[in-house]
């Protein structure tokens, strides 16, 4: 096959497959065949494109495909079975596969935005675990194959497989619905939905492990994961939050590193490098969010702190009192020593080192923290401040012991080496 035409194969597939999906999801009620079916599809233009030509428009080509596929899954009985064990009376004439058949035909052709909205919520359904959650929305509704997402995670591509057969599996036995959630559910529900986005892309923006600092292949997409949201979604201020934080973070990538890798703190970086066409989304995201926020949520408080780094032309223009008085609010809604040992870095920039060690200090007992690195990242750079070189050594390298990021701790045992120096 002309590798070029394979390439805008799969380009158009990254683009369409999770609108194909969704929108045989809707009718087959499963999203594991509804997925089969789009693969074939997928098969079909990788098999017709090559020697026919790519189509004036991929993305409607694709569509009748899997439609024309689930179609004759239906006349060959097995559809009309699923659909018969799923909702039972509903479907007495089995008989009448012509019925069925003019249904899906009718509803393949209706606009998918409301059919994304509900995969998005069954990808992301809080009976699967939170690593299903991630790696079956980044399959159904990111396109990404399994061996992308593996390496993505540095996780070996058995186990993506066998997290996305499990969760697929999890769906069809619990019989759980493809639909936006009720009213009285959306808030639980949306809150897996923005825990997922902001998960691939933190893992994007700073990876977790491995060699490199940031993965920007997974940031993109949950910055598009969160575009597509906040337009299906556009009265839901936490959705305006989570894009506008987003948007904010991304904005820095490209002063984030060295040209050979290495990490640059934020004070460090320069701003000139900084994306200013993403400030404005962000900032223009958040305005948006707090217009609709009766009281501002997670995502729109952790957006607004970030947007003060953004407002600030240079380090010493930081309004950190504003960005403690976040933190306080956030939390008091979330009850996390993260988020505290955050305002503890804020209260040190606001009111000196000595402030911020004080609350570092009463999160030592903290248990889950106990394996944080950034609790002693923090003490090291407060003890650092106030002239107290050995401790702070000790405290940089054991927060090189705890990190699993090779850039991150090879930064750590430099910062323990200039305190040695001290």
Same mark, same amino acid.
């Given at each position: 096959?002309?590798?070029?035409?394979?390439?805008? /194969?799969?380009?158009?597939?990254?683009?369409?497959?999770?609108?194909?999906?969704? #929108?045989?999801?809707?009718?087959?009620?499963?999203?594991? =065949?509804?997925?089969?079916?789009?693969? %074939?599809?997928?098969?079909?233009?990788?098999?017709?494109? &090559?020697?026919?030509?790519?189509?004036?428009?991929?993305?409607?080509?694709?569509?009748?495909?899997?439609?024309?596929?689930?179609?004759?899954?239906?006349?060959?009985? @097995?559809?009309?079975?699923?659909?018969?064990?799923?909702?039972?009376?509903?479907?007495?004439? =089995?008989?009448?596969?012509?019925? =069925?058949?003019?249904?899906?035909?009718?509803?393949?052709?209706?606009?998918?935005?409301?059919?994304?909205?509900?995969? /998005?919520?069954?990808?992301?359904?809080?009976?699967?675990?939170?690593?299903?959650?991630?790696?079956?929305?980044?399959?159904?509704?990111?396109?990404?194959?399994?061996?992308? /997402?593996?390496?993505?995670?540095?996780?070996?591509?058995?186990?993506?497989?066998?997290?996305?057969? $499990?969760?697929?599996?999890?769906?069809?036995?619990?019989?759980?619905?493809?639909?936006?959630?009720?009213?009285?559910?959306?808030?639980?529900?949306?809150?897996?939905?923005?825990?997922?986005?902001?998960? /691939?892309?933190?893992?994007?923006?700073?990876?977790?492990?491995?060699?490199?600092?940031? $993965? &920007?292949?997974?940031?993109?997409?949950?910055?598009?994961?969160?575009?597509?949201?906040?337009?299906?979604?556009? %009265?839901?201020?936490?959705?305006?939050?989570? =894009?506008?934080?987003?948007?904010? *973070?991304?904005?820095?990538?490209?002063?984030?590193?060295?040209?050979?890798?290495?990490?640059?703190?934020?004070?460090?970086? %320069?701003?000139?490098?900084?994306?200013?066409?993403?400030?404005? $989304?962000?900032?223009?995201?958040?305005?948006?969010?707090?217009?609709?926020?009766?009281?501002?949520?997670?995502?729109?408080?952790?957006?607004?702190?970030?947007?003060?780094?953004?407002?600030?032309?240079?380090?010493?223009?930081?309004?950190?009192?504003?960005?403690?008085?976040?933190?306080?609010?956030?939390?008091?809604?979330?009850?996390?020593?993260?988020?505290?040992? *955050?305002?503890?870095?804020?209260?040190?920039?606001?009111?000196?080192?000595?402030?911020?060690?004080?609350?570092?200090?009463?999160?030592?007992?903290?248990?889950?923290?106990?394996?944080?690195?950034?609790?002693? #990242?923090?003490?090291?750079?407060?003890?650092? @401040?106030?002239?107290?070189?050995?401790?702070?050594?000790?405290?940089?390298?054991?927060?090189?012991?705890?990190?699993? *990021?090779?850039?991150?701790?090879?930064?750590?045992?430099?910062?323990?080496?200039?305190?040695?120096?001290?």
């Amino acid at each position: 096959m002309d590798s070029e035409t394979h390439r805008a /194969i799969l380009a158009v597939w990254s683009i369409e497959s999770a609108r194909v999906i969704a #929108s045989l999801a809707r009718i087959v009620r499963d999203v594991g =065949l509804a997925e089969e079916l789009a693969q %074939d599809a997928l098969l079909a233009a990788l098999e017709q494109w &090559p020697e026919q030509g790519i189509p004036n428009n991929p993305a409607a080509w694709l569509m009748t495909a899997a439609k024309n596929r689930a179609l004759n899954t239906l006349r060959r009985g @097995k559809l009309l079975e699923r659909k018969h064990d799923q909702l039972g009376h509903e479907l007495e004439a =089995l008989g009448e596969p012509e019925r =069925l058949i003019e249904q899906l035909e009718a509803a393949l052709d209706d606009d998918v935005g409301d059919d994304l909205l509900r995969l /998005i919520f069954t990808s992301c359904h809080p009976l699967l675990s939170t690593e299903a959650r991630v790696a079956l929305t980044l399959r159904l509704l990111g396109g990404l194959t399994t061996d992308e /997402i593996a390496r993505a995670f540095l996780a070996p591509e058995p186990t993506i497989a066998q997290r996305i057969v $499990r969760a697929k599996k999890t769906l069809s036995e619990k019989q759980v619905p493809f639909e936006v959630p009720r009213r009285e559910e959306l808030s639980a529900r949306l809150a897996s939905v923005l825990e997922v986005v902001y998960l /691939i892309f933190n893992e994007g923006y700073s990876a977790t492990a491995g060699d490199d600092c940031m $993965r &920007p292949a997974l940031s993109d997409e949950a910055l598009r994961l969160g575009r597509v949201l906040a337009g299906l979604a556009p %009265d839901e201020p936490e959705v305006h939050g989570l =894009l506008a934080l987003m948007e904010l *973070n991304a904005s820095r990538a490209a002063a984030r590193t060295t040209a050979s890798g290495e990490p640059i703190l934020l004070l460090e970086q %320069d701003r000139g490098r900084w994306d200013q066409m993403a400030i404005r $989304r962000g900032l223009t995201a958040l305005e948006r969010a707090q217009a609709l926020a009766q009281t501002a949520g997670p995502y729109v408080l952790q957006a607004g702190i970030t947007a003060c780094h953004a407002r600030a032309r240079t380090p010493e223009e930081t309004d950190w009192q504003k960005i403690a008085a976040f933190y306080a609010e956030l939390g008091a809604l979330l009850k996390s020593p993260v988020v505290e040992l *955050n305002r503890a870095v804020a209260v040190s920039m606001a009111e000196g080192p000595a402030a911020g060690l004080a609350l570092a200090d009463a999160l030592l007992s903290e248990p889950a923290l106990q394996r944080y690195h950034l609790l002693p #990242s923090a003490r090291g750079e407060f003890l650092e @401040k106030l002239g107290r070189f050995a401790e702070a050594r000790t405290e940089f390298e054991r927060a090189a012991l705890m990190t699993q *990021n090779a850039r991150q701790r090879e930064r750590l045992l430099q910062r323990a080496r200039s305190c040695g120096q001290a």
